[in-house]
């Protein structure tokens, strides 16, 4: 899903800059006096090499086998591309805040990764902007319906499909944690995507205007116990997808919704010294708003007499999600990372021929490690869409990158 900026650029550079300046001032302010500051991140470049297929240009720099193109409707194959857009600024620390009372902590980071109305573009984007205080998070984090700890060991971007993978804005809980366990819950901002399938076929309907309706906020939970061999979680969603539709002129409108939900269980098993075997399952309906690469929440679904249109209702999409990869390190020096993933779901039966049915992402790559804080490697990917209508394209991708890391504690 793509996230969407919370702040424009010059907003993220100023806040950035700030930030930077004020750091060495800090550092003499923060010894001794509960305060702490670290600036982190890395500068990388990517050169990407697409094989076999095309994507959708504004996602050349990006693996999303639901941007790959059909029928060459995105120019010729075998595209390059150089990018820094995953090079990434980070600024997080602590601060005091009364004798007897718990520190707050916050944190802020941005990459140069373009999406939504600045897809394709390399500009400031949001990943995390929040503050902690005891139990109480805000801000723009790590959904809780997500196991961040899934992710592979890959330099491809965006990552396995298969995975639920969204930052969103939240007002978070933590009741219970202990050393080894926890549990939380959210509310979060609702982003729902409507699927208007084919309605502008039926007679009547030809300018109808369909829009998400987002009346409350989703409602998730995780729980989280982790180990010495890993750990294991399980989170869960429950929130409400609307629509409405204006179907005249005089602009009426009708609305409706249906109940999205989802339970995600993902793993990590720590075997030989340094190696992990990452699992995740997911299944809900109306859940594709927070999977790494979806679908659509909400598509209208019809009964039929004779070939004509008697009922027309939403309904919440149903989806499954696998992912399943082994980090493997060959020495302190190499390591590798090679698995698969995929994303499927059960498409009404009004939905375009062309709305994507399934996704397929695989990958493995080798990366070398010279010294500390360096890191080269290459990546070959290959994905594959299925449509509606059971059209399928795939691509195959090879990907070389050169990644610096930085980081100061004061």
Known sequence: MDTRNLLNSRSLLSVAVSAALLSGASAMAAEGSGRSIEIYGFAQADYIQDITGRLDPDWDDAFRPSKICFDGACGEDGQASISVKQSRFGVKGTMPTGEGTAPLSFKFEFDLFGTGVDAGQTTMRLRHFYGEWGQILAGQTHSLFMDIDVFPNTIDYWGPSGMVFYRNVQIRWTPYKTDHSQFAIAIERPGNDIDSGNIRTIEGLEGVDVRNDEEVPDLTAQYRHEGDWGHVLVGGILRKVGYEL?????????????????????????????????????????????????????????????SVVTDLEAEAVPLTGVLAYYDHWWSDKWSSSIGYSFTEVDNTNFQDPGAFQKIDYASGNLLFYPADNLMFGAELMWGQRENNDGASEDDVRFQFTAKYNFGFKF
């Open 246 to 306: 204006r179907t005249d002129p005089a602009d009426r409108w009708t609305e409706g919704s249906e109940t999205g939900w989802g339970i995600n269980v993902g793993t990590a098993f720590n075997v030989l010294e340094k190696d992990a075997i990452r699992l995740q399952v997911v299944y809900g309906e109306g859940i594709a708003s927070y999977m790494n690469d979806g679908g659509m929440d909400l598509a209208p679904s019809a009964d039929w007499q004779s």
